[in-house]
């Protein structure tokens, strides 16, 4: 029960990022999945629950926002965190994208471990 | 005129001067042969009195048909002329030394009509021991002198062209002697004319180009017409500047060449513009680029970001620690790689100099370069190029710009995305470069003009001046070709063609 619960999907398509970010999840007592691409992590949410999904926007095959609406479509009430190197803040797919509640948040790599940290507090709880 | 004549005469007096009977038609004859010649003639007495003047002396000098025959030198002559021309003083000498006189020149306006020239010449006449007579034999030449003037003035509108032209004008004999050197040509060169003149021109070449040159001009000297060439010309400073020439052949009236005339235009200027026009061109091409560059660089960057920050917690365990510091090292390793593609397309070139290149070294670079652009747009890119070290004289500024704005026309046609193949093959002396997408192709009515420079596919205000006709003509430049092959909604094949040159430098 414990597993599934703070379950995270990590998606992006460098293996060290990947690894990174499942040690420091690990810490926050949290266990991992990761997917280098979009088919991977479409994938992966059909068979697991997530508490939330840190995904990168550029895949790939995937575009990342385009991504996030194929994964809700598979699981509606999934949390997703954009992090990424090569949008801004400004961005007028970011802004809709937060705007339609598609995505909970972005975080522009490189990252601090304290933004990771906190948004784990974004994911839902059951 | 004097020869024809006494040879008339000569001839004649054998025959007619001894029968009294012939007498009568020879004074005719006489009067006709005087009053027919176009010379004007007249003959003068040691008294300076006229005794003989014929039809075209009276004529000229506006007598008609005055008989002046008895009259005084100063009655026939104006005086301004007599005392300008010292006639009289002239005709004295003729008497006393019995010697002609040379021949001069004699400028007449007489009022109310065009001025004349003629060539005079005073000779003695001797029928007896002395000088009886002084002949005043007058040609109107008024009609050659203006040709001539004339021919002089054209002769110096012609130099004057040549002279103010600020392009090099030169000529040569058929062996490449200099023949002429304009101003122009002494400003560029810094050697003036009398330093050149009869020197071979292939001496004020470039090494490298003296022998392309030779081969150059002995064709066009069987071919004719006119060639162009890019060579280099040496200064007398002992520098060098590029020049644009255009050679043509020189006919003589049998149509054989005579020689060759080159006009050069000094390409420095030019050139320098290019080489701005390129840095220009290569910023815009890096702004189309940035996206995917900083995509990749965040990439590495966060990966060592994140391994710096557990690295400085003391908690972790020693393996995990040094996993950190690797995955730095390499994130560093990789962000520097992608800085070095970057650097290697945008660092301003000032060279526009030619040489012996890598020419798949070139694509290979430009290739790595637009791969994070095209990854970023989900385009796979895949380059198949033959492990050799092939050359191609060329300028690397140039092609790079060539392969970039292939690479990103084809990535531009590919908006949802698709397969990016850049392949090279050599055949028979040239290298077949092909760039081939699959995106939405160009219509076949738009093929013809996609090579144009102000044809652009996109829409308006989205052009990033990345056109083919700026490929087209740095191909061109490099004595290639450049094709198009499209299918609407099937993809685009580029296909470019570079002469190789042998491969001298060791590897």
């Known amino acids: ?126 | 005129m004097k020869g024809i004549l006494s040879e008339a005469i000569d001839d004649l007096s054998d025959v007619l001067w001894e029968r009294a009977a012939a007498r009568k038609s020879f004074h005719e004859f006489h009067d006709l042969l005087v009053n027919a010649i176009p010379s004007s003639i007249l003959l003068v007495d040691r008294n300076l009195q006229v005794l003989f003047a014929n039809r075209n002396f009276l004529e000229k000098t506006f007598h008609g048909k005055d008989n002046i025959v008895g009259k005084r030198l100063s009655q026939v002559f104006p005086k301004v002329i007599l005392e300008e021309l010292g006639l009289e003083a002239s005709i004295r000498s003729v008497f006393d030394n019995g010697g002609s006189t040379q021949g001069q020149k004699l400028t007449y306006r007489a009022p109310g009509v065009p001025l004349r020239t003629y060539y005079y010449r005073m000779i003695p006449v001797i029928w007896t021991a002395n000088v009886d007579a002084v002949l005043l034999l007058m040609e109107d030449v008024s009609e050659q002198v203006q040709l001539s003037k004339e021919v002089h003035c054209a002769e110096r509108h012609l130099a004057s062209v040549v002279d103010s032209a600020s392009d090099i004008v030169l000529s040569t004999d058929n062996e490449g002697r200099i023949l002429t050197w304009n101003p122009a040509a002494e400003r560029i060169s810094g050697y003036r004319v009398d330093d050149v003149r009869g020197r071979s021109l292939f001496e004020y070449l470039a090494k490298e180009h003296r022998e392309d040159a030779k081969a150059f001009l002995s064709i066009l000297k069987f071919q004719g017409g006119s060639r162009t060439a890019d060579w280099v010309l040496l200064t007398a400073d002992e520098g060098s500047v590029f020049i644009s020439w255009v050679f043509s052949t020189m006919k003589d009236e049998a149509s054989q060449t005579t020689g060759l005339v080159a006009v050069g235009r000094d390409q420095t200027e030019r050139r320098k513009s290019e080489v701005q026009r390129l840095q220009r061109e290569k910023l815009t091409a890096l702004g189309v680029m940035a996206g995917g560059i900083a995509h990749e660089l965040r990439n590495p960057l966060a990966v060592c970001s994140s391994a710096a920050q557990f690295l400085m917690n003391d908690q972790i365990k020693p393996e995990f620690r040094r996993e950190c510091a690797e995955m730095i090292q390499k994130g560093i390793t990789r962000a520097s790689a992608i800085i070095e593609n970057v650097l290697t397309f945008a660092r301003p070139s000032d060279d526009a100099e030619f040489a012996p290149l890598d020419i798949l070294g070139v694509l290979d670079e430009m290739s790595r370069l637009v791969a994070y652009e095209a990854k970023i747009r989900k385009i796979e890119m895949v380059t198949d190029l033959p492990n050799e070290r092939l050359l191609v004289n060329g300028n690397r500024g140039l092609l790079q710009q060539v392969f970039i704005n292939l690479f990103l026309n084809a990535i531009k046609a590919m908006s949802m995305g698709g397969k990016l193949r850049a392949s090279a093959e050599c055949s028979g002396g040239e290298l077949l470069i092909r760039v081939a997408d699959t995106g939405c192709g160009i219509p076949q009515e738009a093929l013809a003009k996609v090579f144009d420079p102000f044809y652009t596919m996109l829409p308006m205000g989205t052009d990033t001046g990345l056109g083919l006709s700026v490929c087209y003509s740095i191909v061109k430049e490099h004595m290639g070709t450049i094709e198009v092959e499209s299918t609407a909604g099937v993809g685009t094949i580029l296909m470019v063609r570079l002469p190789l040159v042998a491969d001298e430098a060791p590897i």
């Open chain 1, 1 to 126: 029960m414990e597993m599934t619960r703070s379950l995270f999907l990590i998606i992006d398509d460098e293996p060290a990022l990947c690894r990174l970010l499942e040690h420091l999840l690990l810490q926050e007592g949290c266990a991992t999945k990761s997917a280098r691409s979009g088919c991977e992590a479409l994938d992966l949410v059909k068979r697991f629950r997530f508490r939330l999904a840190f995904m990168d926007v550029k895949l790939p095959d995937a575009d990342g926002i385009d991504l996030a609406g194929r994964l809700r479509e598979l699981d509606p009430g999934l949390p997703i965190m954009l992090v990424s190197g090569s949008l801004f803040e400004d961005d007028v797919d970011l802004k809709k994208a937060l705007a339609d509640g598609l995505i909970c948040g972005f975080i522009r790599k490189p990252y601090k471990h304290e933004e990771i940290r906190n948004a784990t507090g974004c994911g839902r709880l059951h």
